[in-house]
């Protein structure tokens, strides 16, 4: 099995700086990788599929980059509704892998 | 739009059985693999499990092998998810997902379902 490793864990941060989460895949997973985010007490929604692909309604201040073994999640300009827990997750082959997730605070 | 909503919240014993439920509405539902998830208190998130619900072939994580079973009924495009033999361990927010699209995540969720296995 594909084995994710994100960093950091968890991150404080002011309203518009930029934030970055870096994800690592055990084995090239070409660029079959999906980054969510998840607020307390809701679903997770998918932000950017397959590496750097923004969902649609997602606003332009996230991003993602990377393909084989290193992937990166970018937040521009951080806003207060950014505080979220968030999770990549690889998906080349089953079964699908998440990472152990990144809680984004407010610094 | 698409819809999924699940079954209400479930308190199980030890050794019980829980049988979630995940209505789909607003796209085809045979046409889409539909995705468990589960999510500990406090945790990250789990892949539990996938099924096809056009064929009804599974494929399950190594972990729940022998306890999960993945159904559906397409009559009223509901995918179930049943975990047996609950332990403690097994209390979870449980959510079903729908891959839109090969490879690239889970654009639909469910809202979630809390098991609590306590005795």
């Known amino acids: 099995d594909i084995q994710m490793t994100q960093s950091p864990s968890s991150l404080s941060a002011s309203v518009g700086d930029r934030v970055t989460i870096t994800c690592q895949a055990s084995?090239?997973?070409?660029?079959?990788l999906n980054w969510y985010q998840q607020k307390p007490g809701k679903a997770p929604k998918l932000l950017i599929y397959d590496a750097s692909n923004l969902e649609t309604g997602v606003p332009s201040r996230f991003s993602g980059s990377g393909s084989g073994t290193d992937f990166t999640f970018t937040i521009s300009s951080l806003q207060p509704e950014d505080i979220a827990t968030y999770y990549c997750q690889q998906y080349d082959n089953l079964p699908p892998a998440f990472g152990q997730g990144t809680k984004l605070e407010i610094k | 739009q698409v819809q999924l909503v699940q079954s209400g919240a479930e308190v199980k014993k030890p050794g019980a059985s829980v049988k979630v439920s995940c209505k789909a509405s607003g796209y085809t539902f045979t046409g889409y693999y539909m995705h468990w998830v589960r999510q500990a208190p406090g945790q990250g998130l789990e892949w539990m499990g996938r099924?096809?619900?056009?064929?009804?072939?599974?494929n399950y994580a190594q972990k729940f092998q022998g306890r999960v079973t993945m159904t559906r009924d397409t009559s009223i495009s509901t995918a179930y998810m049943e975990l047996s033999r609950l332990r403690s361990d097994d209390t979870a927010v449980y959510y079903c997902?729908?891959?839109?699209?090969?490879?690239?995540?889970?654009?639909?969720w469910g809202q979630g379902t809390l098991v609590t296995v306590s005795s």
């Open positions: 997902a729908r891959e839109a699209q090969p490879h690239s995540g889970y654009e639909d």
């Open positions: 099924i096809n619900p056009n064929s009804g072939g599974t």
């Open positions: 084995q090239d997973i070409s660029n079959y």
